[in-house]
C-alpha cells in the first residue's frame, strides 16, 4: 500500500493534503473542507481588527458546521483529525487548529446554540477562559451566570477558575438580611446579588483567629484577596474608623464605600457566633454614618456582620423591625472544596485585578 500523502489544489490554489484511504476522504467532504477554509479566508482580516470576538466566532460555526456534518454523514472523530493537518497546511500562519482545539469548537457550538448570544456574550470573553466554563460547569444556569459575572467583573481565566471552585453562584444572594423592607426593589435586588454567604477568607490560613482584631488584621494585610472575595465595587476607606457620638468613643470594625450601591458599607466582624445585640451595635454605626458621613447624594448605609456561626430563625427575628439595611453572614477561614495548589499560589495581585478591569 502506498502511504505517502498526495497533495491537491482547491479552486483558489490552496494547498491540502489528500489521503485518498479514509473513509472520509469523499466529495461530501472535499466540499465541506472547502467551505470551512472559505470561511477562514472571509473573516481573517476581520480576526486582526477584532481579534477575540471575530475568533469566537468563527470556532463557533467550525464546531456548528461540524456537528450538522456529523448528524447528516454520520462522520466520526476521525473527521477532526484530518480537518486538523487540512487547516494546518492551508493555514500554516494560524494558530488554534488542533484536534484538541477543534473538538473544542465543536463543544462550544453544542453548548452554546444561539450564535446571538454568542456574539453579544461569551465572543467577549477570551477563548481559553470559554474553555475553562466549558470544562468546569456542567449545567447551561451556571454557564450563563459565570459567563456574565466574568465580563461584568474582568476576571481573568485563574480568577474564574477560583470564583467557580469556590461555588461563588450558591453563595451569592445567599446573606439573611432586611433588604427587601429597608431599601427599594431595585436598590434591594442589587444589594442581595452584592452580598453572600459564607465569605471564604482562605488566604487567613489554617489558625482559627480567636479575637476579632487578629482577623481584622489579617484582612488588611490581606487587602488585595479581601477585596477580590468581597467583589468588584468596594472601596476600602479604613479599619478601626472613628465616631464620636454623645461625647463618646466608638470604632467600626471596617468601612468600605460601594461604588454601584452609591452607599458606605460598615462591616463588623465577630469571631464568634451570632448574638442579637451585635445588630443593634451595627445600627447605631449605620446612622452615625448617615448623619456625620454621608454626602446628601449617597443612598443609606449598608450594614455587613460577619460571624462564625448564625441560627437563620434568630438572625431574621432580630433583624425585625429595623430600618436600616443589615445583612448577616458567616465567614469561614477555608475554602468549602480544596482548590488546587497551583491556584492558591497564584491568586492575583492588586495590579492584576486592575489590568483584568481596565
Known amino acids: 500500500?502506498?502511504?505517502?500523502?498526495?497533495?491537491?489544489?482547491?479552486?483558489?490554489?490552496?494547498?491540502?493534503?489528500?489521503?485518498?484511504?479514509?473513509?472520509e476522504m469523499s466529495d461530501g467532504y472535499l466540499e465541506f473542507i472547502n467551505d470551512i477554509k472559505e470561511k477562514i479566508k472571509k473573516q481573517r482580516m476581520t480576526i486582526v481588527l477584532n481579534a477575540n470576538s471575530s475568533m469566537i466566532c468563527l470556532y463557533w460555526n467550525i464546531g456548528k458546521a461540524i456537528l450538522e456534518k456529523q448528524e447528516k454523514e454520520g462522520w466520526g472523530a476521525k473527521v477532526i483529525d484530518r480537518m486538523a493537518q487540512d487547516l494546518k497546511d492551508a493555514f500554516p500562519d494560524m494558530s488554534g487548529f488542533s484536534p484538541r482545539n477543534i473538538k473544542y469548537m465543536r463543544k462550544f457550538a453544542e453548548c452554546w446554540s444561539d450564535f446571538?448570544?454568542?456574539?453579544?456574550?461569551?465572543?467577549?470573553?477570551?477563548?481559553?477562559?470559554?474553555?475553562?466554563?466549558?470544562?468546569?460547569?456542567?449545567?447551561?444556569?451556571?454557564?450563563?451566570?459565570?459567563?456574565?459575572?466574568?465580563?461584568?467583573?474582568?476576571?481573568?481565566?485563574?480568577?474564574?477558575?477560583?470564583q467557580?471552585?469556590?461555588?461563588?453562584?450558591?453563595?451569592?444572594?445567599?446573606?439573611?438580611?432586611?433588604?427587601?423592607?429597608a431599601l427599594p426593589p431595585l436598590e434591594s435586588d442589587m444589594a442581595n446579588q452584592i452580598f453572600k454567604d459564607p465569605y471564604l477568607f482562605d488566604?487567613?490560613?489554617?489558625?482559627?483567629?480567636?479575637?476579632?482584631?487578629?482577623?481584622?488584621?489579617?484582612?488588611?494585610?490581606?487587602?488585595?484577596?479581601f477585596l477580590l472575595e468581597l467583589g468588584q465595587g468596594f472601596a476600602f476607606v479604613g479599619r478601626q474608623v472613628h465616631l464620636e457620638v454623645g461625647g463618646q468613643d466608638f470604632y467600626m470594625d471596617l468601612l468600605f464605600y460601594h461604588?454601584?450601591?452609591?452607599?458606605?458599607?460598615?462591616?463588623?466582624?465577630?469571631?464568634?457566633?451570632?448574638?442579637p445585640g451585635f445588630?443593634?451595635?451595627?445600627?447605631?454605626?449605620?446612622?452615625?454614618?448617615?448623619?456625620?458621613?454621608?454626602?446628601?447624594?449617597?443612598?443609606?448605609?449598608?450594614?455587613?456582620l460577619l460571624v462564625k456561626g448564625k441560627n437563620k430563625t434568630v438572625v431574621e427575628y432580630s433583624l425585625a423591625g429595623y430600618q436600616n439595611p443589615i445583612g448577616v453572614a458567616e465567614w469561614?477561614?477555608?475554602?468549602?472544596?480544596?482548590?488546587?495548589e497551583e491556584l492558591k499560589s497564584s491568586l492575583p495581585s492588586i495590579e492584576e485585578i486592575e489590568k483584568e478591569l481596565e
Not at 210 to 222: C, D, K, N, S, T
Not at 259 to 275: G, H, N, P, S
Not at 332 to 340: D, F, G
Request: net charge neutral.
Open 332 to 340: 469561614k477561614n477555608q475554602m468549602v472544596s480544596a482548590l488546587p
Open 164 to 181: 467557580i471552585e469556590s461555588g461563588l453562584m450558591e453563595r451569592t444572594g445567599k446573606s439573611t438580611n432586611n433588604f427587601s423592607v
Open 1 to 23: 500500500m502506498d502511504k505517502r500523502r498526495h497533495m491537491g489544489k482547491d479552486k483558489d490554489g490552496v494547498i491540502f493534503p489528500v489521503a485518498p484511504n479514509l473513509s
Open 279 to 304: 445588630v443593634s451595635q451595627l445600627n447605631m454605626y449605620q446612622n452615625a454614618v448617615n448623619d456625620i458621613m454621608c454626602h446628601p447624594d449617597d443612598k443609606p448605609t449598608i450594614g455587613l
Open 203 to 225: 488566604f487567613l490560613g489554617t489558625d482559627i483567629p480567636r479575637r476579632e482584631a487578629e482577623v481584622e488584621q489579617q484582612l488588611i494585610e490581606h487587602i488585595q484577596k
Open 116 to 162: 446571538e448570544f454568542v456574539q453579544q456574550v461569551v465572543a467577549q470573553i477570551p477563548w481559553r477562559t470559554n474553555r475553562m466554563i466549558l470544562d468546569k460547569l456542567d449545567s447551561k444556569e451556571s454557564r450563563v451566570w459565570y459567563a456574565y459575572k466574568t465580563i461584568e467583573n474582568g476576571w481573568s481565566s485563574k480568577v474564574l477558575e477560583l
Open 259 to 275: 461604588l454601584k450601591l452609591r452607599c458606605y458599607v460598615v462591616i463588623e466582624l465577630k469571631a464568634c457566633d451570632f448574638e
